[in-house]
């Protein structure tokens, strides 16, 4: 079982910036990679950024240049960077990561976390 921590949501001003952090912890797991979802109310949960252990990014256009992912592979820590904060990235934001789970039979198992509110005030 791998557990997923989140925080750093809060209520910001435009403009403004943010760090949001996600711990994993467990035992006998990898990161394969971790990504930022967000979910506004009545909207489909989008990617937002990824990254693998690798540190090999993916990020979603809306955000380009205004945030940014981090890994830590030592703490099994994922950041996201957020400036420049718009009203439009008001929403939930979900960790998930990807692990290798190496009890008995090794496989690749999907976890979430239970999401932290960011709100961003014009």
């Known amino acids: 079982q791998v557990q997923l921590v989140e925080s750093g949501g809060v209520l910001v ?3 403004g910036s943010l760090r949001l952090s996600c711990s994993a912890s467990g035992r006998h797991f990898s990161i394969n990679n971790m990504s930022w ?3 506004a109310p009545g909207n489909q949960r989008i990617l937002v950024a990824s990254i693998t252990s690798g540190h090999t990014t993916n990020y979603a256009d809306s955000v ?3 945030f940014t992912i981090s890994l830590d592979n030592e703490k099994k820590t994922m950041f ?3 400036n420049s904060l718009k009203p439009e990235d008001t929403s939930v934001y979900y960790c998930q990561a990807e692990v290798s789970q ?3 039979n090794w496989g690749n198992y999907d976890y979430w976390g239970q999401g932290t509110q960011v709100t ?3």
């Open 37 to 39: 979802y967000r979910q």
């Open 102 to 104: 190496h009890v008995g």
């Open 80 to 82: 996201l960077q957020m």
């Open 13 to 15: 001003q435009a403009g």
């Open 120 to 122: 961003v005030s014009s």
């Open 64 to 66: 380009k240049g205004r």
